[in-house]
């Protein structure tokens, strides 16, 4: 069974930070491109960030200099660190695998649950 699983959400005041964990079951998640999603409530789905097979990354401009996307091959899994949150980052954050950095979510093949960061004092 294909599956991503999305780690690492939580509760965290302004200007902390969250370490997000995608991990997959039944595929590699070297052989694909994987995007960083996150939608706030009444919002469109928007990338945050993507990483392809050799680890090249792209960011949105309102991450940019605050979250950093890493692959962990040994263990399967791709990283989204995120610091320096700000309450306009609360939103449910997905990752996704596809065969290109894509900037619309519907264009990947396979997806996680999600998992809810929420930035608050």
């Known amino acids: 069974q294909l599956q991503l699983v999305e780690f690492g959400g939580g509760l965290v005041q302004p200007g902390g930070s969250l370490r997000l964990s995608c991990a997959a079951s039944g595929f590699i998640l070297d052989d694909y491109v994987i995007g960083w999603f996150r939608q706030a409530p009444g919002k469109e789905r928007e990338r945050v960030s993507c990483?392809?097979?050799?680890?090249?990354?792209i960011y949105a401009d309102s991450v940019k200099g605050r979250f950093t996307i890493s692959r962990d091959s040994a263990k399967n899994t791709v990283y989204l660190q995120m610091n320096s949150l700000k309450p306009e980052d609360t939103a449910v954050y997905y990752c996704?695998?596809?065969?290109?950095?894509?900037?619309?979510?519907?264009?990947?093949?396979?997806w996680g649950r999600g998992t809810q960061v929420t930035v608050s004092s």
């Open positions: 996704a695998a596809g065969f290109g950095c894509w900037g619309t979510w519907n264009q990947y093949n396979y």
């Open positions: 990483i392809s097979r050799s680890s090249g990354s």
